[in-house]
């Protein structure tokens, strides 16, 4: 065996990296270079050093592909910030445990740990009452470096709107600079994911677009790793052209539209194979919940205050434009509740609830055909809304469809299988899970006649 393979066989031995397969015959150049033309004596160094020791570095330098951006590939970023983030939030602050942890492994110079930040940022209004440890590694010390520094190119924000970059970083010599505030949530460390010791401690786990540099039996320790360090209900998410490799059947897998991701079963989940979405909640903050209570208690006025008072200070904040659209469109204010539903859809088009309330609208100005489009739009953003399936199925039925009806009115039911019957559906309606059913299997029952 030549020195350059043995070279590339403890490559991959100490970190995973299949760099014989990735750089073919460019290999052998980029070894003599690294080497100064002695490929035995590097041979050596490496042998006698680990992978933070300079020569590793230089090579890890040359070898890994540090390629990523800002909120790259946005569907799971959305399936974060609705419903899975929102999720976990509303569960910590029923047990007032207000926690979160999240690890980037493999974070390359940062914009995803960053990105992550940033979502966090804007879902958690009482930020400063949470603890959020955001752990971001990578092996690469030079990537890392730049990760620590947050100074970014333009490059860096192709996938992002507008308005991001200003603020959310200050201009600065040679890019932009992160935010102190949003630098500050993340701990970046240059580590080896075959050295990372697991503990069972992460609700998020991003490991995107570094298992397919790994060879194929080295991901198999790298996906026990991330296993057995998220908790139970913990979430993996992949980049969009992997996907789990070894013991499949031990994750929960989510098959959203756009994107695949991985769930740790809770203990009383295992072994049960079908995965459903998530019901969609809205983020909790202290008075986003006092509007809520107002307006349940039929003091819409006062909720109608609230949220305008979170808007003041949060401008853009989506749940509460939902929500403002919501009582709006219940007074037949429709074009004001139609503003609000676009500044929130502005924020983010996947958010089904605004979808949903649009085809409400619609429906009251005698819109049919764009209801149900719009519903389409809902049940796209989030298969199992119960609220945009029950509609959709009635407007179906409404044209004669009654084989679509049923069909649509069937998904509206499974959307609310397993929620305790006392739970209301959506923060929509007051609809609880147990009423929502049996409305729907009267439905059913229309359709079958
Ligand atoms: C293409 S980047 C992915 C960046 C980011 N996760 C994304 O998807 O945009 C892959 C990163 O994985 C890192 N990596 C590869 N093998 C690793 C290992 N054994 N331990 C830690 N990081 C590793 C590389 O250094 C590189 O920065």
Redesign the pocket.
Same mark, same amino acid.
């Not at 890994?64 to 951006?69: C, D, K, L």
């Not at 980037?104 to 390359?108: D, E, F, I």
């Not at 590694?137 to 690469?140: K, V």
């Given at each position: 065996m030549s020195n350059s393979t043995h070279i590339s066989t403890l490559i991959k031995e100490r970190? &995973?990296?299949d760099v014989g397969t990735q750089f073919r015959a460019d290999l052998e150049t980029i070894l003599h270079d690294l080497a100064k033309g002695d490929l035995e004596q590097y041979l050596a160094d490496l042998r006698a050093t680990n992978e933070n020791a300079p020569p590793w570095q230089t090579l890890?330098r040359a070898l890994? $592909?540090?390629?990523?951006?800002f909120f790259?590939d946005s569907a799971p970023f959305q399936l974060l910030r609705q419903p899975i983030l929102p999720n976990i939030i509303l569960e910590r602050r029923h047990h007032k445990r207000l926690e979160l942890n999240v690890w %980037? !492994? &493999?974070? %390359?110079t940062g914009?995803?740990a960053y990105s992550l930040a940033i979502l966090l940022y804007e879902l958690l209004p009482d930020l400063d009452s949470w603890t959020i440890r955001l752990k971001a %590694?990578? $092996?690469?010390n030079h !990537?890392v470096q730049i990760a620590r520094q947050g100074i970014y190119r333009e490059w860096a924000f192709r996938h992002t709107n507008n308005g991001f970059q200003t603020r959310y970083f200050d201009p600065a010599p040679g890019g932009w600079q992160i935010k102190p505030h949003i630098q500050r949530m993340v701990s970046f460390s240059q580590?080896? =994911? =075959?050295n990372e010791v697991p503990r069972p401690q992460f609700d998020l786990v991003?490991c995107?677009?570094?298992l397919l540099? $790994?060879a194929n039996d080295f991901t198999k320790a790298i996906e026990t790793l991330i296993f057995d360090s998220l908790i139970p209900g913990g979430w993996l998410i992949m &980049?969009q052209s992997e996907a789990i490799r070894w013991q499949r059947e031990r994750w929960t897998t989510h098959v959203f539209a756009d994107a695949t991701l991985y769930q740790k079963p809770l203990p009383h989940q295992i072994m049960t194979p079908p995965s459903r979405y998530p019901i969609a909640s809205i983020p909790a903050m202290p008075d986003y919940e006092l509007a809520l209570d107002a307006l349940y208690n039929e003091r819409s006025s006062e909720a109608e205050q609230i949220l305008k008072g979170i808007l003041a200070e949060k401008p853009g904040h989506a749940p509460t434009h939902i929500l403002l659209a919501y009582i709006l469109g219940s007074r037949h204010a429709l074009s004001s509740a139609h503003r609000h539903l676009d500044d929130a859809l502005n924020s983010d088009g996947m958010l089904a609830d605004a979808h949903y309330l649009r085809a409400t609208l619609f429906l009251e100005e005698g819109k049919d055909v764009e209801s149900r489009e719009a519903l389409r739009a809902a049940l796209y953003c989030q298969r199992d809304h119960p609220l945009a399936a029950l509609m959709l199925g009635n407007l179906y039925a409404s044209i004669g469809d009654m084989a679509k009806a049923s069909r649509t009115w069937e998904s509206a039911r499974q959307a609310v299988i397993g929620l305790p019957p006392e739970t209301r559906v959506s923060v929509l309606s007051d609809m609880t899970a147990a009423g929502f059913d049996a409305l729907v299997k009267g439905q059913l029952g229309i359709a079958n006649k």
């Open positions: 970190t &995973g990296l890890m890994t $592909i540090s390629e990523t951006y790259r %980037s !492994a &493999g974070c %390359s914009e995803e %590694s990578d $092996i690469n !990537a580590n080896n =994911l =075959l991003f995107r677009n570094v540099y $790994i &980049g």
